[in-house]
């Protein structure tokens, strides 16, 4: 008689999915969101964006289907109300606006509305603007077009090494988008102590930023990768997966979880979940249910930034 011989398959480990200390909505974003809406159930008629409120692209889908539309241009808003980004507009903007008639409904970020204020104090000290910002972001736009009508000067820098290149004078005041990072504004204003004399620094970065990224680098340490979620124009999510790879680890931004590649995970048992601070808590959790096999971790116990 035979013997029935009894293979053993190699289990497969289960993955331990750690989602980082703070991730997602900030209370900029939020307050936004929640503004746009009461706006619409407040108004009849038309209600559009001004580009989006915030960089994600399933919160704009998700107000859309509430009946918020989103325009590029003024010019594309005929009637009815203008939704004005988180990010803040130029004063020029906010003026065309008016003048074309529309309702004003101003979601900016009190964090980005403090750069603002501050860039105006300094020019009214006879600072001339070393904004540290991504070239082309909206916030920077806005900051951009405050200094200028006050007549002021501002120059945009993004990178330390660009600071020798600058023409800088006897007196600069450096200020930051809120979204920067905070080594980033520190080795900049670094480089600006060294060549200018008269040197006011305003440290403008939001403290939600400085939450979710201290959060994403005590979370890579802790990881074999980590996956960052976010909108693909979403700046401070593309500096949360900066930050973890800068920690050695593997770091993949994705916008949903549908953008997840498998060969990722490959050998990979301790995934990192974070997230940038425009991204809703429900696209987080779908992404930890793909993850963990459709379900949420036991422990799931996801903390938006508090400042």
């Known amino acids: 008689m035979g013997t029935l011989l009894q293979l053993e398959l190699p289990r497969v480990q289960k993955r331990n999915i750690k989602l980082a200390r703070v991730a997602g909505f900030c209370f900029g974003v939020r307050r936004a969101v929640e503004m746009a809406q009461q706006a619409r159930h407040a108004r009849s008629g038309n209600i559009t964006s001004l580009g989006q409120i915030v960089h994600n692209s399933q919160v704009i889908q998700h107000l859309r289907q509430q009946g918020i539309e989103t325009a590029e241009a003024l010019s594309d808003i005929s009637s009815g109300a203008v939704i004005l980004s988180a990010h803040g507009v130029a004063p020029q903007v906010l003026q065309a606006a008016k003048e074309q008639g529309l309702d004003i409904v101003d979601v900016t970020c009190p964090f980005v509305s403090k750069v603002n204020r501050t860039a105006k104090q300094l020019i009214e000290q006879g600072y001339p603007i070393l904004l540290v910002g991504d ?79 201290e959060a994403a680098v005590a979370l890579a340490r802790e990881v074999d990768v980590v996956i960052v979620i976010g909108g693909r124009k979403s700046a401070n999510t593309r500096r949360l997966r900066q930050l973890c790879e800068g920690e050695g680890v593997p770091a993949y931004h994705i916008e949903t979880a549908d953008d997840i590649d498998s060969r990722w995970l490959l050998g990979r048992r301790n995934i990192g979940l974070t997230a940038g601070a425009s991204t809703p808590d429900w696209v987080i959790e779908e992404v930890a249910r793909m993850l963990n096999d459709g379900d949420l971790p036991d422990d799931w116990n996801l903390h938006n930034p508090e400042r």
């Open 135 to 213: 070239p082309g972001h909206t916030e920077v736009r806005g900051v951009i077009g405050t200094v200028e009508s006050m007549g002021g000067s501002v120059q945009l820098v993004s990178h330390p090494e660009e600071v020798s290149a600058l023409t800088l004078g006897k007196k600069v005041g450096v200020i930051s988008q809120t979204t920067q990072l905070a080594e980033t504004f520190a080795q900049i204003v670094a480089e600006v102590c060294r060549r200018v004399p008269d040197v006011r620094a305003c440290n403008t970065i939001c403290g939600a930023t400085d939450e979710l990224q």
